[in-house]
């Protein structure tokens, strides 16, 4: 139960210290804002109905941003899975005179 809590302490400051330097980047997407940290390049609609091929740069650094973002999806669905796990073993302390691991 120590080690999910510590992995859950560890996961909960890296999702937060991601999130403060995922809104810190900037890519140059005027679509995006302290708001729409959490979402991935491809989820803006364009206002232009004319395809406009981007630069290299601009394309480089959006993939560069949607890997974090995608890291940070990868962030919270763990730390779902520890709360849950630390929930369960709390429960079970409590439930159970010995404590016991569930399987």
């Keep these: ?8 302490v560890i996961f909960v400051f890296t999702f937060k210290t991601l999130s403060v330097y ?11 804002s ?14 232009n109905k004319n395809w406009v091929p981007e630069d290299k740069k601009l394309l480089a650094r ?17 730390i779902f899975l520890l709360l849950n796990s630390f929930t369960a073993h709390i429960l079970d302390f409590i439930v159970t005179p010995k404590f016991t691991y569930p399987v």
């Design 1 to 8: 139960m120590l080690v999910i809590f510590v992995l859950l």
């Design 34 to 47: 302290n708001l729409t940290y959490w979402m991935f390049s491809y989820d803006f609609k364009s206002n």
């Design 22 to 32: 995922i809104k810190k980047i900037r890519t140059g997407d005027p679509n995006e």
């Design 62 to 78: 959006k993939r560069n941003r949607n890997f974090l973002v995608f890291i940070l999806y990868l962030i919270a669905f763990g």
